[in-house]
């Protein structure tokens, strides 16, 4: 299951120049149109995992809690909405509804003392920003328990400051990066994963992300490639979706290479790790990327036609991730700076195969290509090449 952040649409305090924390004000014709946009990008991403219910928990202020009606409206599944309190934004006291310069003409000494520590200041009759991070903290670890007990996809809808807040706590990153972060107006972004892991596996989607902020930091003049490789269901593209939004990585897919026709003999097929066409990718994509290219002619085999797609000229940037079974072939495995290898357990695998492909299509998956997959896993020693071992049974 995942959880998702909308911030409210436009509202009248943002068509002025003022701060607006606690001061209530509507959502304009605009915010509601955004917060229609919302649902229906929240929509197509359920879509996806055939996600039947969603849990709303909104800020009392009624630029959230209107456009949580309106994500209930138009999401066309059964939702609840739950109003959370301690959801609201920062508290600005008697600087509620000022600009910056009226503040700066009538409190001069109090908007210096703000300037030189931002953090432990408290605005007039207001909050300051230590304890409105630990009013969103202690908040937020309460919601965590309720997502948690849940079984569907949850949805937050706050304000900047607020969902600025939770990204800062769940990424484990510091205060100061508070200024670093950006959200919209009616934007949805995803906050939290199933990524939590189990004993051995004990890594989180946080931990991942903070390791390849580290490389990325670490290659300033180097291409970063991190692999994703595992069990068919185990949520290895969901993983990808994922570390692309938060990281603005382009995603490479090992479906777009599968073998062509020509290429299935019976003496590759029956080679453990032979059924993707591993050659085509390293040569058109791997060894490119690791060369520094910055424009990539790029050609995906298409299942419906049995052939290759006329190539399109792509723009890989400084993060590029590979998702899908095969990634860590042997003749690839090399090429990358971190390899992640995903699991499930067998009986959770085939419900996830059954909701996502159907009961049909999940006979050919346990006939076949997970028992391909094993072979190859087994093999070529694939989970003992990677990195990290990500376990999302019973999630």
């Not at 917060?35 to 202020?61: D, Q, Y």
Request: glycine share 6%; net charge negative.
């Amino acid at each position: 299951m995942a959880t998702y952040l909308v911030r409210h649409g436009e509202s009248e305090g943002n068509c002025h120049k003022g701060y607006y924390g606690s001061l209530d004000t509507p959502l304009t014709e605009q915010g509601m149109a955004q917060g229609r946009e919302a649902a229906h990008e929240l929509s197509e991403r359920m879509k996806e995992k055939s996600v039947h219910e969603v849990a709303i928990f909104t800020s009392p202020l009624q630029r959230a809690f209107r456009t949580a009606c309106i994500l209930e409206e138009n999401l066309e599944r059964p939702c609840r909405i739950e109003v959370v309190p301690y959801l609201t934004e920062i508290d600005f006291g008697r600087w509620e509804g000022m600009d910056y310069e009226e503040i700066k003409e009538k409190y001069p000494e109090e908007c210096l003392e703000w300037q030189e520590d931002w953090v432990n200041f408290r605005f007039p009759q207001g909050e300051s920003f230590k304890k409105f991070y630990q009013r969103v903290e202690w908040c937020w670890k309460g919601l965590e328990r309720k997502i948690n007990a849940f079984d569907c996809d949850s949805v937050v809808v706050s304000h900047g400051g607020v969902l600025k807040v939770i990204k800062l706590i769940n990424e484990n990153r510091p205060v100061s990066d508070f200024w670093k972060l950006k959200f919209s107006l009616g934007e949805v972004q995803v906050v939290k994963r199933d990524f939590v892991l189990k004993e051995n596996y004990s890594i989180s989607s946080a931990t991942i992300l903070n390791r390849i902020h580290s490389l990325v930091e670490g290659n300033k003049n180097k291409r970063v490639i991190i692999a994703i490789d595992g069990r068919c269901g185990a949520g290895k593209t969901t993983l990808a979706q994922y570390l692309r939004e938060q990281t603005g990585a382009m995603v490479f897919h090992m479906d777009d290479f599968f073998l062509r026709p020509e290429q299935r003999t019976a003496e590759r097929l029956s080679t453990p790790g032979e059924n993707v066409d591993h050659e085509r990718f390293l040569s058109e994509v791997l060894e490119p990327l690791r060369k520094g290219t910055l424009e990539l002619p790029y050609q995906r085999f298409d299942c419906k036609s049995q052939s290759l797609q006329e190539a399109v000229v792509i723009h890989p940037g400084k993060l590029c991730i590979v998702e899908g079974s095969y990634s860590c072939h042997p003749s690839l495995v090399n090429q990358y700076d971190y390899r992640i290898f995903m699991t499930v357990s067998p009986d959770e695998q085939m419900e996830r195969i059954v909701r996502r492909n159907g009961s049909e299509a999940a006979k050919m998956f346990k006939s076949r290509w997970i028992p391909l997959e094993e072979k190859y896993f087994s093999v070529c020693a694939v989970e003992g090449q990677c990195d990290c071992t990500i376990d999302t049974s019973k999630m």
